[in-house]
């Protein structure tokens, strides 16, 4: 038996004729007949927690961000009603900061035999699985005097996935996707295009996608179409080794890398392009292949969903040997990796050219836009020194991109806004020079 307040009981203990006060609860009972016999009979009243039944039913998965219900089912099948307070105990990521108190507590009555829901709202404030803890009722009798307490687990997991927040620039993408694909506007012929229909020539056509022969079949002067050839093979990789760990805001480098590469495969996937994934620092964190166009984002959603950065050095050797082992034919390969110079100079640059010898190549990296406004900060001495510090953090980082150029390699590096649209825009630049 838990007796629910001492406050309260001694308060009941003042309206009763005490002769002698005893410091402990069982002399304060003993001289107290009456009270004694109310707190046992609210005991017997109250109903018992053990023999409850519970069950869980809801959401499954949300985005980071957004809220998720999961519901709890209390079966009273006792003949006593259930008075009850419920603490559903969840991880504290689950819920803003200043809100589990009350979002994770309930008062709950349950009729004898009945059963009744009580809903729990979460707001997870990190990426992952998290799975709920004890449920803990705490059932009164019909005078509130005492208490019968007691704790249940009942298993649930919800996914908490990426945000994906750039997918607000996908419908203008896809429009440029619809006019590479000569919907709107004629194409310039490359090595990754093939023909698609004749039209009439208008004022601004590239003279030389004019067909002569269809012209001397007609009035008109006729051009060629050309769009770009699908089932295109995309690897993105993504590193999850320490340098993906660094913050950028407010969240890690890797979660701005998931983003641009999630708009990424929106964008190829509806191109008519297959889309992979390798997750990889010193073995696979995740590996995503073979999905329809339709199963691709979902399936990269939830892999991502999971992924963590690890505090460890990424060997650049062996992830180039699992990307052409999961790239056996030519593809654009994607590294959402650092610009950082040690890490590329010491360890990508070596092994690079057996990825370009294969395949297109494709590097994006997060930019500090700390760096960016140190670098302009003038007025005292301790901005000039950091200011200093900036510039020679962006030629280092200017000069690494550059070495990458040369060899054959497309670099993207913007802050973590900027990321996501910029690797889609470069990605349909390749497509219209027909480079994939």
């Known amino acids: 038996m838990a007796l629910t307040g001492r406050a309260a009981l001694l308060a009941a203990l003042g309206s009763l004729p005490v002769g002698i006060w005893d410091p402990s609860w069982t002399g304060i009972l003993a001289v107290n007949a ?17 023999r409850l039944g519970l069950t869980r039913s809801g959401d499954t ?9 999961v519901t709890l089912t209390i079966t009273n099948p ?48 990190r990426r992952g699985d998290r799975q709920a803890d004890r449920v803990t009722i705490r059932s009164y009798g019909p005078l509130g005097l005492v208490s019968r307490q007691g704790t249940h687990k009942v298993p649930w997991t919800v996914r908490v996935l990426p945000p994906f927040t750039s997918r607000k620039h996908l419908p203008a993408k896809l429009a440029r996707l619809r006019e590479l694909d000569g919907r709107t506007s004629v194409l310039t012929r490359g090595e990754g295009t093939e023909f698609d229909s004749l039209r009439e020539y208008v004022p601004g056509d590239d003279t030389r996608s004019i067909d002569w022969r269809a012209t001397a079949r007609q009035s008109a002067v006729a051009v060629r179409t050309w769009r770009p050839e699908r089932d295109r093979h995309i690897l993105l990789v993504l590193d999850t080794g320490r340098t993906s760990a660094g913050r950028v805001g407010d969240a890690p480098r890797l979660d701005a890398s998931m983003d641009a590469a999630l708009l990424l495969a929106a964008l190829a996937s509806r191109a008519g392009d297959r889309v992979d994934l390798l997750a990889y620092d010193r073995r696979v964190r995740a590996l995503v292949q073979g999905r329809t166009a339709g199963d691709v984002l979902p399936s990269l959603v939830n892999a991502m969903a999971t992924l963590e950065p690890e505090l460890i050095e990424t060997d650049a050797r062996s992830l180039t040997a699992t990307a052409l082992r999961t790239a056996p034919r030519h593809s654009l390969i994607v590294l959402l990796t650092t610009l950082d110079t040690a890490p590329i100079e010491e360890g990508l640059l070596p092994v690079l050219p057996q990825l370009t010898q294969r395949h297109t190549v494709l590097l994006a990296s997060v ?15 301790e901005s000039v020194y950091e200011a200093a510090a900036a510039a020679q953090a962006q030629s280092e980082r200017h000069r690494t991109a550059e070495q990458l150029r040369r060899h054959g390699v497309t670099v993207v590096d913007a802050t973590p806004e900027e990321l996501a649209p910029a690797l889609a825009d470069a990605y349909l630049a390749l497509k219209t020079a027909g480079r994939l």
């Open 34 to 50: 009456p009270l004694a016999a109310a707190c046992a009979c609210d005991f017997a009243l109250a109903a018992p927690v053990r």
């Open 61 to 69: 998965s949300v985005r980071l961000g957004e809220t998720a219900d």
């Open 78 to 125: 006792s003949r006593r009603p259930l008075r009850a307070h419920l603490r559903d105990a969840w991880p504290p990521t689950t819920w803003q900061p200043g809100t589990e108190m009350t979002a994770s507590r309930h008062r709950v009555t349950v009729p004898a035999g009945e059963r009744r829901r009580v809903t729990t709202r979460l707001r997870p404030t």
């Open 367 to 381: 930019a500090d836009p700390q760096v960016t406004r140190m670098a302009t900060a003038r007025g005292n001495a």
